[in-house]
């Protein structure tokens, strides 16, 4: 059974950073899929960007080249860094964990969750 617990959520300002982390117990980590979602009040959950267990990336469209993800095997800690954020990214990011290779964007492919941490962003 695969554990994550997310970190690094808060208010900030547009055009500030944040970085999440969220931290891996249970099982063999450098084998999993992580992949960022995010849920805004009212909207579905979407996703925001993943890592494959090989160093492939796979990001959304309105995050490219403003977001980062990366991974410490060493640490079984996967990161998000937001840079540029806008009010528009507000929302709760969840770290999810998946045996699917390469870097899958649907969430129906990761089976295990965080509980959520909440980004506000402020205009």
């Known amino acids: 059974q695969v554990q994550l617990v997310e970190s690094g959520g808060g208010l900030v300002q547009a055009g500030g950073s944040l970085r999440l982390s969220c931290a891996a117990s249970g099982g063999t980590f450098s084998r999993y899929t992580m992949g960022w979602f995010r849920q805004a009040p009212g909207k579905e959950r979407e996703f925001v960007a993943a890592t494959g267990w090989s160093g492939i990336t796979a990001y959304a469209d309105p995050v490219k080249g403003r977001f980062g993800i990366s991974r410490d095997n060493a640490k079984n800690t996967v990161y998000l860094q937001m840079n540029s954020l806008k009010p528009e990214d507000t929302a709760v990011y969840y770290c999810?964990?998946?045996?699917?290779?390469?870097?899958?964007?649907?969430?129906?492919?990761?089976?295990?969750w965080g509980q959520g941490t909440q980004v506000t962003v402020s205009s």
């Open positions: 999810a964990a998946s045996f699917v290779g390469g870097a899958p964007t649907s969430r129906y492919d990761y089976p295990y």
